[in-house]
């Protein structure tokens, strides 16, 4: 949708341009440690936000992570905290450097600038089928590099799509620009949405910043020294063409993807083999299956092939010939399994046809031979191409196995005998509770499976099956009879091990391709690792999960599952940038390992870098990096560690370093995204009990997990341009436009959150509407009520703020920013405009100054640009950073039910009066009714006697259940006893309904016989308010004891009832004869017993120009019958009129259409004309 125009959000950001420079003048957001505090410090608040890496613009997805930082500073440092928010920027790791040779190579190959070859788009990916695999590791499921760089295929496109200039971009195939180029732009852009950020500790990483180089190197020294870093030969993602471990940030596709370990079934061929497999008759060929389920092999009924898929035979270190795809091969050729290390010498090319029919001898089952048959959905991006059969469990087997045995063509087709399908049926195994023990037949059956083809009825099949059977089943068959599936697992894999029938296997758990275009592998690689999951450093990391703050059960229960499955994780690689490792030079440090305890440097690096990112500076103190040795760091870090006796830093100096640290650490917060709780984040708990194994205060306190951030209900790609960079969304929302958009995206740490550009626009309205109401209300103020605050639209308004300050200071404490913005901001908005509309736009002066200075406070975490700015409109010195939040009195619940019964009356009465004007016409043609001008309500002091019953009964057992009801079924048994309700059971139980409806939303309450409040004070002291919502000429207030006996059923304490009526009226019509005036000749009702007043009141309704009706004056033409005929005189226009005093009233005859006023003691007939003036 096309914008109608910007100024509001140009208002804004000029704002901010100004707000912002004067922030920078008072170095407002930079923090030292207090002298002669001892760390922790008690008040103090260290947020951290992973550091975002630096192959790019910083994007809303970025934004939205950090905002909860932002955010959640704004307001620690109301309630008095010191906060301190640092910032850096990451640069370990392959990106850059597979990036910046890439653009080489396209250099090299097509030019500079360079011309693309024409290429057909590539397909569109398929999808994975669903399958059901058993395994707690939560992974991530989308490339982040691949939404980055849309539809762009060469890297010198995706540049250009960063908004780089053609001629910039050569400079690009120098890693070392990539660190010049975007930290700065990322500080801009973070400066611009307004971050309270220290930027004197800001700080890139890699080698190429010498001071934090020298602290990673102290850090994996310690890890070391802890025997946290082991050597030795592990499975991990690999990338033959890098030559080296591809860990998550080094790929372009596939992040969050690990090893998944399979055991390979060896499935011996029986000789005379195949005439394609002859040359092979002196050696042992096996076809070879991945399987995650090794205990159902002993429901082996037949091997699968594809017989158009491409297969090969190659020689295994033991010298046996395997039969599988290419890509499995490959697999198996870096795990050490064949002949030649990470080379796969093909033997055979051959198609599944070849090895059609082919009898194997399989291990477990109770066939001695099986056959292989043909499956035509088999695929070659997963497992080996080779499928083992087991119909007994696996719907898709016994749906492919019918379908061969009921068709005989389908056999012929690829020479398959009868005796090789026929005779085989699925062998019991296992015993599912609810299923039986042929469960995939069982289930098949009764969702009526006919073929492979009911492929939705298949993945329910499975859904059904899989699960419950891993979970619940028990073993009827082999060695571990009676024993439940899960736990038989791994030893019925041992078995098959040691009897040389399985081998074990591993491949990627799905495709990742590395930022060097390579296909990866899973490698048994000789690496430096950490030793996770090792018994007592995962009891440490629990106890440090145990104490830590998740804010939410899914982030906790999240970080279990991690810590249950989390082991070994290398960390060290060969290419990319970063540091080396200290004591085997030739590998770096990888990106995941060298960013778990970097926010210990945060506390010091100013002091060494002194604001320049990479330390290529002066340092504040005169520390060159080769002096920061492991000894001193040691004593930086460690209280009980001596100075160094050969250390070239002067021990004062040193000193100054040791009480950043020791004031600041550790981390009170890092925010970050759900998809780091399985590696970074759990990384970052492991590493802190590693280093600080006896400070657990050094250890985390909080972890502040979210979803991610949709753009308008969907994801962010630049290849559909659903795409916004945090410059881009600056620019078109202002930099607190947009942070009230990202509080309002959501809260939740699973769900992901949805930034709406309409909402954002519209909360830019909000915001611009905000200001210039408070300048309205400055210039205004002089004319608005002074004196006494106690009249009950007052006194509620002081309570709802109270209601608003204590409410948001909760949100903000659970970081529920959503949340805090509903009740700071948009309900503190409404209570504001409900008391306009309830005092009759007489507002109190100081009130009105209250609630300004109030909600700029609640507001300031989220939009501190604005609110800083109205800050001072309202008079008020320094920034409004240094604020305390707002004091609150306490809540008055009784006063806020009591507003509530207004407001909900207020509303009933409304529909009441809509339906009484808008009847639904049954039958006849509904004739429209007069329009009410007057209306009584009905105030109930008890409820009726059936209903009291009711209530009494079902509060007597709800307290007697401990705070639940009993079954409708019993308590309808305790109602009927009741004498007082027989002529009424037919009302009692959807009565009983309603109650509990109420007891939901408002407690049990709900039940009470009573309100709290005196409804009819309530209600009288705001008749005039209610009057005029409902735009009717007087209401009056009675009991309902003097009603009829339908209203007294209809109405109930807390539930008044309205009764509407239409009083006669004569139409008057109203001359302004005032020149060039922009008020025109209108008509008005009058009716008996009518005042001035009145029909001022009614004049105003009709004119929105006239502001107060004290400048009204009302007149009636001094000769009644000439006056209106005779031309007004354009210099005296009220010659020939008599005022009307305001004590006057006016009496109606209707029949005759007849008005009189009687005033001083006179009446006088006015002929149905009157004339006002506006002074």
Not at 16 to 34: L, M, S, T, Y
Not at 105 to 124: A, L, N, S
């Amino acid at each position: 949708m096309e914008r109608k125009g910007t100024a509001k959000v140009r208002a804004l950001q000029d704002i901010e341009v100004a707000v912002q420079q004067r922030w920078d003048e008072e170095k407002i957001f930079e923090e030292n440690a207090p002298a002669g505090v001892k760390g922790p410090g008690k008040d103090k608040y260290l947020v951290t936000f992973p550091y975002p890496y630096m192959n790019g613009r910083l994007h809303l997805g970025h934004t939205f992570s950090l905002s909860k930082c932002e955010f959640g500073v704004g307001y620690q440092r109301m309630k008095g905290k010191q906060c301190l928010f640092p910032f850096g920027f990451h640069c370990t790791g392959m990106p850059i450097k597979a990036c910046a040779d890439k653009l080489k190579r396209e250099m090299e190959d097509y030019g500079c600038p360079p011309t693309f070859p024409e290429e057909e788009d590539d397909e569109e990916e398929k999808k994975d089928d669903i399958e059901t695999i058993i395994k707690d590791k939560s992974k991530g499921k989308k490339s982040k590099a691949k939404a980055k760089s849309g539809s762009a295929k060469f890297q010198w496109q995706i540049m250009e799509s960063l908004g780089i200039p053609g001629e910039e971009i050569p400079r690009f195939a120098n890693t070392d620009h990539w660190l010049e180029y975007f930290p700065p732009l990322a500080k801009q852009d973070l400066k611009r949405m307004g971050l309270k950020t220290d930027w004197r500790r800001s700080f890139i990483t890699t080698d190429a910043n010498p001071y934090y180089d020298s602290f990673v190197r102290w850090h994996f020294l310690t890890l070391k020294k802890h025997n946290k870093v082991k050597f030795g030969k592990r499975h991990t993602i690999y990338s033959p063409k890098d030559g080296q471990p591809c860990m998550d940030h080094d790929r372009q596709t596939g992040e969050g993807v690990g090893p998944q370990e399979y055991t390979l079934i060896k499935m011996k061929a029986v000789k005379p083999y195949p005439p394609k497999l002859k040359k092979f008759s002196k050696k042992d060929i096996f076809l070879v299956a991945a399987t995650l389920r090794p205990e159902t092999m002993y429901g082996q009924t037949n091997c699968w092939v594809r017989p158009d898929m491409r297969y090969i035979a190659y020689e295994t270190a033991k010298g046996e010939v395997f039969i599988s795809t290419y890509r499995s091969a490959r697999n198996m050729a870096y795990q050490g399994m064949l002949k030649q290390q990470n080379k796969v010498n093909i033997l055979m090319e051959l198609i599944g046809q070849d090895i059609m029919g082919m009898p194997l001898n399989a291990p477990l089952t109770k066939y001695q031979t099986i056959y292989t048959l043909p499956m035509m959905t088999i695929k070659e991006d997963k497992g080996t191409g080779i499928v083992t059969s087991v119909p007994s469990d696996a719907p898709d087997d016994l749906a492919a196995l019918r379908d061969l045995k009921r068709k005989k063509d389908f056999r012929d087709k690829y020479n398959i005998q009868d005796e090789m399908v026929l005779p085989f049926e699925p062998i019991p195994i296992i015993e599912i509770p609810g299923i039986g023990n042929l469960s995939a037949v069982t289930v098949c059956d009764e969702l009526k499976i006919k073929s492979q083809n009911d492929k939705d009825k298949l993945v329910e099949a499975k859904e059904r099956v899989y699960l419950k059977g891993f979970y619940e089943g028990v073993m009827i068959i082999g060695d571990f009879k009676g024993q439940k599936v899960q736990d038989v697992k791994k030893v019925v894999q041992k078995q098959m091990l040691e009897s040389n029938g399985a081998i074990i296997y591993f491949e990627p758990e799905k495709k990742v391709m590395s930022r060097s275009a390579d296909e990866c592998v899973v490698a048994l690689c000789d690496q430096w690792y950490l030793d996770y999951g090792e018994k007592m450093w995962r009891a440490q990391a629990t106890k440090a999960l145990e104490k830590l703050n998740t804010y939410s059960e899914e982030t906790r229960k999240n970080f279990v599952a991690t810590l249950d499955w989390l082991h070994e994780h290398a960390c060290s690689r060969s290419y990319g940038l970063g540091t080396k490792m200290p004591w085997d030079p030739q590998y770096l440090i990888e990106s995941l390992s060298d960013s778990t305890i970097y926010m210990a440097y945060y506390t010091v690096c100013h002091l060494l870098q002194g604001g320049i990112v990479d330390g290529s500076g002066k340092s504040p103190l005169g520390i060159k990096a080769e002096d920061l040795t492991p000894e001193v760091w040691d004593y930086i870090f460690y209280p009980s560690t001596s100075y160094p006796s050969g250390a070239k830093i002067p021990k004062a100096t040193l000193n100054k370093l040791r009480h950043e640290y020791q004031y600041w650490y550790g981390v009170d917060l890092r925010v970050s995204g759900k998809d780091l709780v399985p590696n970074h984040l759990t990384y970052f708990l492991y590493n802190h009990c590693a280093v600080w194994p006896t400070e657990p205060e050094r250890w985390p306190q909080a972890i502040r997990a979210n979803g991610h951030l949709l753009l308008n209900n969907e994801k962010m790609s630049k290849s559909t341009g659903n795409f916004l960079t945090l410059s881009d969304a600056i620019e078109k929302f202002s930099a607190d436009g947009m942070r009230l958009a990202l509080a309002d995206s959501g809260d939740l740490a699973i769900e992901d959150a949805n930034f709406v550009e309409s909402m954002a626009d519209a909360g830019i309205l909000r915001l611009y509407t905000f200001l210039e109401w408070t300048k309205e209300m400055l210039e205004t103020q002089s004319s608005l009520r002074t004196g006494p605050m106690d009249s009950f639209s007052d006194r509620v308004f002081i309570n709802e703020m109270s209601f608003g300050i204590h409410e948001t200071d909760k949100n903000f404490g659970n970081m529920m920013f959503k949340e805090a913005l509903r009740t700071g901001f948009f309900e503190f908005q409404a209570a504001r405009d409900s008391y306009r509309e309830r005092s009759l736009n007489n507002m109190h002066r100081d009130l009105v100054m209250r609630f300004i200075e109030v909600q700029a406070l609640l507001l300031a975490p989220i939009c501190p640009h604005l609110c800083d700015h109205i800050w001072a409109l309202i008079g008020k010195k320094g920034s409004i950073l240094h604020a305390p939040w707002p004091v609150a009195d306490k809540v008055d619940e009784v006063l806020l039910r009591a507003s509530e019964y207004l407001e909900t009356s207020a509303h009933e009465f409304r529909l009441r009066l809509k339906n009484v004007k808008n009847p639904s016409g049954k039958g006849k043609k509904a004739v429209a009714p007069s329009i009410p001008t007057h209306g009584t309500i009905y105030i109930a002091k008890t409820y009726p006697p059936w209903q009291s019953a009711v209530l009494s009964t079902m509060k007597k057992a709800y307290e007697s259940k401990g705070g639940k009801f009993p079954e409708n079924k019993e308590l309808l048994g305790q109602l009927k006893t009741i004498d007082v309700l027989k002529k009424f059971m037919k009302k009692v139980m959807p009565f009983v309904q309603h109650v509990k409806e109420n007891v939901a939303k408002k407690g049990p309450r709900a039940m009470d016989l009573t309100v709290d409040f005196v409804e009819k004070d309530v209600l009288e002291s705001n008749l005039t308010y209610l009057t005029n919502t409902l735009e009717m000429e007087g209401l009056d207030l009675k009991f309902s004891s003097e009603a009829t006996d339908k209203i007294q059923e209809e109405c109930c304490p807390g539930k008044p009832f309205t009764v509407f009526r239409t009083e006669p009226s004569v139409a008057v019509k109203l001359v302004n004869p005032q020149p060039h005036s922009c008020h025109f000749s209108i008509t008005v009702p009058v009716m008996e017993g009518d005042s001035v007043n009145r029909i001022v009141s009614r004049i105003m309704k009709q004119d929105r120009n006239i502001k107060g009706d004290n400048r009204v004056e009302i007149m009636r033409y001094t000769d009644p019958d000439l006056g209106p005929r005779k031309l007004p005189k354009f210099d005296k226009p009220l010659e020939g009129k008599t005022g009307i005093s305001t004590k006057a009233t006016f009496s109606i005859e209707p029949e005759a259409k007849k008005v009189t006023v009687s005033d001083n003691g006179s009446s006088i007939d006015i002929r149905g004309i009157l004339v006002y003036i506006v002074n």
